[in-house]
């Protein structure tokens, strides 16, 4: 587009010059220009007359609607207009996921209902455990994330329903079952189909259980570490436009299922992943014996640039602040307050360089010092996107903007003017 208003501009300016050239009957005449210059600048303009523009497609930068699910107004991030500062303190993950599914706020009531029904269909049946359980060990924790949103789908027992609402149900139960089935692939066993004990599932918020199965302890959080868990989740599950996003708002605008918009969106995710940025982040977090190790590492770095977690931004997003307050409740141990004072001390040398560190980095570090698995960290990340990639489906859905654009086939050449 912009190589098209250039050539335009060209075009009126050399034909400019060339109606100001005088022609040999012009009183002028004596102070026409030397005879080659006349005949280049009108060759010039035939020149661009005759080439044609080049066309150039794709969508970047190109804005296909509008969104009420995320905000940035005056320094704060809103989701469906309320500031997440107000989300986060105390908050448990499932009353965002009501707010991004209903576009309103849970009362107290409708919280118990959905914290209920997420326990309670926390469960596989054996088959679809058995199905999980041949794939090997060694598959990567992240692959196997998109499979287990595929199976359940499979064995939902309401397949063939495709209203909104029977595709909202079922993502509830795909969200409340997915922990369970990646117990299962990470080698655990189920008793009458959950991972959890029944008082464990009902004392537990939904990040609480999903830390305790994503951890290799299999530990009980402690609440500090539960509510850190329903933060990380919080801060995460929504994003600016990204290709998974993107893959979700498709899905939407031309079906109304849920369920098929995550498989699509995930598939997306896991394939932007191939070099894992998150177990990247938390490797190297770990790897520092001191603040003055990471120090070091950074001013040696060659080639001197930050592969992942920042970007030179003149305002921070505030859900890294709001992790990073997290991250200081969870010092519990000699090795958390090193790798704690080691990510300072980095982030202290990056901002002299005008690098700041994104939600991204800020939810690594903390899922790292939950002593989350590095090849785990993205699967968290993930997880809590499908919160946020369901509530786009349903959004773009119902705005009826479709998404679809047009294809330039072979000999169908643009005219040109």
């Known amino acids: 587009m912009a190589e098209s208003v250039a050539r335009r501009n060209s075009l009126k300016m050399f034909s400019a010059i060339s109606e100001w050239i005088p022609r040999k009957d012009s009183p002028m005449e004596q102070a026409s220009p030397a005879p080659h210059l006349v005949k280049g600048l009108h060759q010039i303009v035939n020149d661009l007359k005759q080439t044609p523009e080049t066309v150039h497609s794709g969508l970047s930068g190109v804005v296909c609607g509008e969104t009420e699910l995320i905000g940035f107004h005056h320094g704060c991030v809103e989701y469906c207009g309320i500031d997440i500062g107000d989300l986060c303190p105390d908050g448990f993950f499932e009353s965002v996921i009501w707010l991004l599914l209903k576009g309103i706020p849970a009362d107290s009531e409708e919280l118990a209902d959905i914290s209920t029904i997420l326990a309670e269909s926390a469960v596989v049946d054996q088959p679809v455990s058995e199905t999980i359980a041949t794939v090997p060990l060694q598959t990567r924790p992240l692959d196997i994330f998109p499979l287990s949103i595929a199976l359940l789908s499979c064995f939902d027992p309401t397949p063939g329903d495709r209203s909104l609402e029977a595709s909202r149900s079922q993502f509830w139960r795909v969200m409340a079952q997915l922990p369970v089935l990646l117990h299962v692939a990470f080698g655990g066993h189920l008793k009458d189909g959950r991972a959890l004990s029944d008082d464990e599932t009902k004392t537990l918020s939904y990040a609480g259980r999903l830390l305790r199965i994503l951890r290799d302890d299999n530990g009980e959080p402690s609440p500090a570490e539960e509510q850190a868990m329903n933060t990380v989740m919080t801060c995460q599950c929504l994003t600016e436009m990204r290709p998974a996003c993107f893959s979700a708002r498709f899905f939407g605008s031309a079906v109304n299922d849920i369920v098929a918009a995550l498989k699509a969106a995930s598939s997306m995710f896991v394939s932007q992943l191939r070099n894992d940025p998150f177990a990247w982040s938390s490797s190297r977090l770990k790897s520092f014996k001191s603040p003055d190790h990471a120090d070091h590492w950074w001013k040696t770095r060659q ?26 409740e969870l010092l519990g141990s000699l090795d958390s307050i090193v790798m704690e004072s080691s990510a300072t001390r980095l982030e202290s040398l990056l901002a002299r360089e005008g690098l700041f560190p994104t939600v991204d980095w800020a939810a690594a570090r903390t899922l790292t010092l939950l002593n989350v698995p590095e090849d785990r960290i993205s699967l968290a990340i993930g997880i809590a996107r499908m919160v946020g990639w369901a509530a786009q489906t349903i959004e773009q859905h119902t705005s009826r903007i479709q998404l679809l654009p047009s294809l330039r086939y072979a000999g169908d050449a643009p005219e040109v003017t």
Request: aromatic residues 8%; hydrophobic residues 30%; glycine residues 8%.
């Open 303 to 328: 080639p001197k640039a930050m592969p992942f977690g920042f970007r030179r931004d003149g305002e921070q997003d505030p859900r890294v602040a709001i992790l990073q307050r997290q991250s200081r």
